[in-house]
């Protein structure tokens, strides 16, 4: 199976095309005020100017309100809702567009409780429990915890980089991998060398198997 690549967190035009360049299957663009990473819709607007056919828009987004989802897709053609805070099945159905949730993890019972919780959507990501913070910590987990029997594609986040993300492939088995801090020079700004390298990491994994 060919793990499928979303590089998350673009805010520039050259890391749009450098992401896109070195075979990414998916570009995230983070809509939460309080992040780094975060773009306004007009800054949206132009980088996904940036995106040909055959690459998914993915939209991210932390406890928002409906007005402000659909005000954003009102004006930006996005492919797939990420839900990445507290947002229950029925608010992240609403919007008339595949998405997937995003379980920050403590242990394995939270997952097969969101698989179940979260049926109806594209994807279950999984990534770092932080307290204090809805992703973005750089931080990995175990990934022991995560079930073999996954009734939804799961998609691995949480401290992936080119050091660590063939294993992590290698073990988990995951639908999709999704990284951002580990291919940046400072946060929202992106190395395009570290994305290449991300990539290349994953392809060798699928490759050798």
């Known amino acids: 199976m060919n793990t499928r690549v979303k590089i998350c967190g673009l805010t520039r035009v050259q890391d749009v095309k450098a992401a896109v360049e070195s075979g990414a299957d998916a570009l995230g663009f983070v809509f939460y005020e309080p992040s780094s990473r975060a773009v306004t819709v007009a800054d949206a607007e132009v980088l996904v100017r940036q995106v040909p056919a055959f690459v998914s828009v993915v939209g991210l987004f ?26 229950t099945a029925d ?24 698989f179940t ?24 987990f175990n ?14 986040a949480g401290g992936l980089s080119s050091d660590n993300v063939f294993k992590a492939v290698e073990q988990v088995k995951p639908w999709a991998v999704d990284v951002s801090g580990g291919v940046e020079k400072s946060k929202g700004i992106k190395d395009i060398e570290k994305i290449s390298d ?5 392809h060798r994994v699928c490759k050798i198997d």
């Open 198 to 202: 991300f990539i290349k990491e994953v």
């Open 91 to 114: 608010f992240c159905s609403q919007f008339g567009r595949r998405w997937i949730k995003a379980v920050r993890v403590q242990s394995a019972e939270q997952i097969e409780q969101a």
């Open 62 to 87: 932390v406890n928002p309100s409906a007005e402000q989802v659909r005000e954003v897709l009102d004006r930006i053609p996005l492919d797939l809702l990420q839900f990445h805070g507290d947002e």
């Open 143 to 156: 990934w022991d915890l995560v079930p073999l029997e996954r009734p939804l594609p799961l998609i691995l």
């Open 117 to 140: 919780e979260y049926q109806s959507s594209a994807g279950l990501l999984v990534d770092a429990w932080d307290p204090d913070h809805y992703g973005g910590t750089g931080r990995s």
